[in-house]
């Protein structure tokens, strides 16, 4: 079973741009379709961004399109989640997950098998 770590959250202005890593315990980012959620405070977790495994299809939020990117970096170790122009609501905890069965990406959280700890992101207005 894949461990995962997320890292790279902190405090930013509105307009300002973050890298979230969700770093693998195995060198197999490839393998598996991941996932971006967030949860914000008194909220329910919510999709953000889907990789599918190999890496050609990624799917987004309507609230992020064309804000965030979600790729693989070349060591096949990380995937990372890259946020520009970051707005007051995007202020939440992010967490990564993987799903050991499928080829898509999935935006169901239920669809997703082990998940990481959480990075809080705070967007100050």
């Known amino acids: 079973q894949v461990q995962l770590v997320e890292s790279g959250g902190g405090l930013v202005q509105a307009g300002d741009s973050l890298r979230l890593s969700c770093t693998f315990s195995?060198?197999?980012?490839?393998?598996?379709?991941t996932g971006w959620f967030r949860q914000a405070p008194g909220k329910g977790r919510e999709f953000v961004a889907g990789?599918?495994?190999?890496?050609?299809?990624?799917a987004y939020a309507d609230s992020v399109k064309g804000r965030f990117t979600v790729f693989r970096d070349s060591f096949e170790t990380t995937v990372l989640l890259q946020m520009d122009s970051l707005k007051a609501e995007d202020t939440a905890v992010y967490y990564c997950?993987?799903?050991?069965?499928?080829?898509?990406?999935?935006?169901?959280?239920?669809?997703?098998?082990?998940w990481g700890q959480g990075t809080q992101v705070t967007v100050s207005s």
């Open positions: 997950a993987v799903r050991y069965s499928g080829t898509d990406y999935y935006s169901n959280e239920d669809d997703y098998d082990t």
């Open positions: 195995e060198h197999t980012t490839r393998r598996y379709p």
């Open positions: 990789l599918s495994r190999g890496g050609d299809l990624t």
